[in-house]
């Protein structure tokens, strides 16, 4: 099984909310990661947790907030985004690092 | 010079024909390579990855190594309209093992 999960699959939020994503994997992976994808474009890595620490930020605004509560899970709060953080967040997970990563299917964002 | 390049297309090739994608890439210290399957709306899927110089097949899909050339590519046998989707190849930074590297992804179309 490579199932990761994540909620919710859409989210429209105001400039003023606050509100998080969730992400879950149970296949004993330690390597957890958020990446933001825009439309025709790759997707761009923002947070990598390695066994349950937070390994690499890509210099994300500070209004992206991530945590990892346990090895199975992931969150990423946000607060106060603006509208070009509209995107297509996805949760992604590997056995270690530099390992082949599973990605779940994503939730859709809209800044409003 | 982009780190991880791809053809972005549309390659358009008639069903039941070879599917050819490229990716060359600029780190040298790169180890491990990766083929993502992306349909519109949806998350990248994991179809190959690859460490080791030289071909690996699995199913109709086989996945070629030439770390010399700084090359990886993805053959597709017996296309199938299913199999329309953009590709996306990854490649591992070697100075942080849990970082991949997308290419902008090359957009595939079979034909009936």
């Known amino acids: 099984d490579t199932e990761v999960t994540q909620t919710p699959k859409h989210l429209v939020m105001g400039m003023t909310n606050k509100k998080s994503l969730k992400c879950e994997q149970h296949?004993?992976?330690?390597?957890m990661y958020w990446y933001k994808q825009k439309a025709k474009k790759p997707p761009e890595l923002m947070f990598v947790?390695?066994?349950?620490?937070?390994?690499i930020n890509e210099s994300v605004p500070s209004r992206f907030s991530p945590e990892c509560p346990n090895s199975s899970l992931l969150n990423l709060h946000l607060h106060a985004l603006q509208p070009e953080d509209s995107a297509l967040y996805l949760c992604?997970?590997?056995?270690?690092?530099?390992?082949?990563?599973?990605f779940g299917p994503g939730t859709r964002l809209t800044v409003t | 010079q982009k780190e991880v390049e791809q053809n972005s297309g549309p390659l358009s090739v008639p069903e039941g024909a070879i599917a050819s994608l490229n990716c060359t890439y600029s780190?040298?210290?790169?180890?491990?390579f990766f083929w993502y399957r992306q349909y519109s709306g949806k998350s990248p899927e994991l179809i190959m990855f690859?460490?080791?110089?030289g071909d690996k097949e699995d199913g109709r899909f086989t996945a070629q190594l030439n770390k010399a050339s700084q090359y990886v590519s993805l053959l597709i046998r017996d296309s199938q309209p299913s199999d329309s989707a953009t590709y996306l190849c990854?490649?591992?930074?070697?100075?942080?093992?849990?970082?991949?590297?997308f290419g902008s992804g090359t957009r595939l179309s079979i034909r009936p």
């Open positions: 990854a490649v591992n930074w070697h100075s942080s093992a849990s970082k991949i590297i």
């Open positions: 296949m004993g992976h330690r390597a």
């Open positions: 780190d040298r210290g790169s180890q491990s």
């Open positions: 690859i460490y080791s110089n």
């Open positions: 947790y390695s066994y349950e620490k937070l390994s």
């Open positions: 992604a997970s590997s056995l270690g690092s530099g390992d082949e990563q599973y």
